[in-house]
């Protein structure tokens, strides 16, 4: 009894000089729940991503939101669409968050550690091989436009003759080609890129799509409109028209496999418009992030517009005319 009577009356004590303290040097002897939340909601929003390899740089792209206090993210990761990932941790500064091995092609898991250094996030994983790799990322940009653009002149991307203003991704067959005046996928190949690289614009461009084909028109070469007649089973947003992964054309135009159809896209900061042969299937919509397959994640800069060669069968285009804002 005398030992409680002790050491409640030390306790009494102590609690009464705490009481005495200023309020600020009472919240100094630990963090307080809203400071915590205010760290963690510091990780909320949407993330461009650069994964760098020993030889290689990956974009990538994550948006982290919380709901009913649990934290979710949408991710695309080296190539793909967005897709939810399984787990996804955050502690003070630090993020853990896994994408799944079987959407990496490889045989673990692909864990991902970083700390929020300010507005960047920065960590490590590994590649398939266990390679150390490291990786950033940094706010992706709103993009935000007022008013409506200035267009400027239009420009023809293709001559019909040759491959004058564009450029391969890789060297060597199979290669794109021009036939009777259309410029023709290869198949299971490299992409096609423009030298001209753009920010806001409108485009045109005809596409002929063959039987179980895959084609794609990437958008300053990070958001694709897609270009198949392969992708039945798969959602809406993989079908002809689609920004890959994000938006579904609506309505979706029948298919169409070695027929002429039109494209006439037009971009403005993050917001799309696709009309396809003469009807409207995404209708200002916001892109919300890159495509798996993007040349870089860097979405504030200009880009260009390439064309998908790396997915089966063949796809002609012609008529390729750009017109940039000014």
Same mark, same amino acid.
Request: proline share 7%.
């Given at each position: 009894?005398?030992?409680?009577?002790?050491?409640?009356?030390?306790?009494?004590?102590?609690?009464?000089?705490?009481?005495?303290?200023?309020?600020?040097?009472?919240?100094?002897?630990s963090?307080?729940?809203?400071?915590?939340?205010?760290?963690?909601?510091?990780?909320?929003?949407?993330?461009d991503?650069?994964?760098?390899?020993?030889d290689? =740089?990956?974009?990538?792209w !994550? =948006?982290?939101?919380?709901? %009913?206090?649990?934290?979710?993210?949408?991710?695309?990761?080296?190539?793909? %669409?967005?897709?939810?990932?399984?787990? !996804?941790?955050?502690?003070?500064? @630090?993020?853990?968050?896994?994408?799944p091995?079987?959407?990496?092609?490889?045989?673990?898991?692909?864990?991902?550690?970083?700390?929020?250094?300010?507005?960047?996030?920065?960590?490590?994983?590994?590649?398939?091989?266990?390679?150390?790799?490291?990786w950033?990322?940094?706010?992706a940009?709103?993009?935000?436009?007022?008013? =409506?653009?200035?267009w400027?002149?239009? !420009?023809?991307?293709? %001559?019909g003759?040759?491959?004058?203003?564009?450029?391969?991704?890789?060297?060597g067959?199979?290669?794109?080609t021009?036939?009777?005046?259309?410029?023709?996928?290869p198949g299971?190949?490299?992409?096609?890129?423009?030298?001209?690289r753009?920010?806001?614009f409108?485009?045109?461009?005809?596409?002929?799509?063959?039987?179980?084909?895959?084609?794609?028109? #990437?958008?300053?070469?990070? #958001?694709?409109?897609?270009?198949?007649?392969?992708?039945?089973?798969?959602?809406?947003? @993989? @079908?002809?028209?689609?920004? #890959?992964?994000?938006?579904?054309?609506?309505?979706?135009?029948?298919?169409?496999?070695?027929?002429?159809?039109?494209?006439?896209?037009?971009?403005?900061?993050?917001?799309?418009?696709?009309?396809?042969?003469?009807?409207?299937?995404?209708?200002?919509?916001?892109?919300?992030?890159?495509?798996?397959g993007?040349?870089?994640?860097?979405?504030?800069?200009?880009?260009? !517009? #390439?064309?998908?060669?790396?997915?089966?069968?063949?796809?002609?285009?012609?008529?390729?005319?750009?017109?940039?804002?000014?």
């Open positions: 009894m005398k030992i409680e009577r002790v050491l409640l009356t030390a306790g009494f004590a102590i609690a009464l000089a705490l009481s005495s303290l200023p309020a600020h040097a009472q919240a100094s002897s963090s307080s729940p809203s400071a915590q939340s205010a760290d963690l909601k510091a990780f909320l929003g949407r993330w991503l650069t994964l760098k390899a020993p290689h =740089e990956y974009p990538s !994550i =948006e982290i939101q919380q709901q %009913n206090g649990q934290f979710t993210a949408q991710f695309v990761s080296r190539w793909g %669409n967005a897709r939810p990932l399984p787990k !996804i941790e955050i502690q003070g500064t @630090h993020i853990t968050f896994v994408s091995k079987e959407e990496e092609d490889r045989k673990d898991d692909m864990v991902f550690e970083g700390a929020l250094n300010g507005k960047t996030i920065s960590g490590t994983t590994t590649g398939q091989d266990g390679t150390p790799w490291t950033t990322g940094v706010r940009p709103a993009l935000d436009k007022t008013g =409506e653009p200035k400027g002149k239009s !420009i023809e991307l293709f %001559n003759k040759d491959l004058t203003g564009w450029k391969m991704s890789a060297s067959p199979p290669i794109w021009v036939q009777d005046g259309s410029l023709v996928s299971n190949g490299p992409e096609i890129i423009t030298d001209i753009v920010q806001d409108k485009l045109h461009i005809e596409f002929n799509c063959g039987k179980e084909s895959n084609s794609g028109v #990437y958008l300053r070469g990070r #958001y694709e409109v897609q270009i198949e007649t392969d992708s039945v089973a798969e959602p809406p947003s @993989h @079908h002809t028209g689609g920004v #890959y992964g994000f938006l579904a054309p609506s309505p979706e135009q029948p298919r169409a496999p070695d027929a002429w159809q039109t494209f006439d896209i037009t971009l403005v900061g993050r917001r799309v418009t696709v009309v396809q042969n003469g009807k409207t299937v995404i209708n200002n919509q916001e892109i919300p992030g890159i495509t798996g993007a040349l870089n994640s860097h979405e504030s800069l200009a880009g260009p !517009i #390439y064309l998908q060669g790396g997915e089966k069968g063949h796809v002609a285009f012609r008529k390729i005319i750009l017109t940039p804002a000014g």
